[in-house]
């Protein structure tokens, strides 16, 4: 479940915490990320059990933080430069960033 909702949020990129959706039971909206954010706390005490919280660690850390698609169109607005966006990339992959 955790690597699911990881790949979910980088998919959905920049965009995920614009995300809503009514309930069909009680017709109230909710926001995609807030929904993780509650699946993350339910999990958390099964997480701990199997010596896996980890993987929830990085999905929250990517909620505190941003995803990288949120963190390239920063550094791009910054820069204005798609080589420079291309150089820091790969620095952050080499974990020199």
Known sequence: MARWLHIVLLQIGRDADRISYPYAASGQRSGLVDDVRATLESVRPHAAALACEEG????????????????????????????????????RWRGLR
């Open 56 to 91: 929830l660690e990085r999905i929250a850390e990517t909620l505190r933080a941003g995803n990288d698609a949120r963190w390239m169109s920063d550094v791009y607005a910054r820069s204005e430069s798609l080589p420079d966006l291309v150089y820091r990339q790969a620095e």
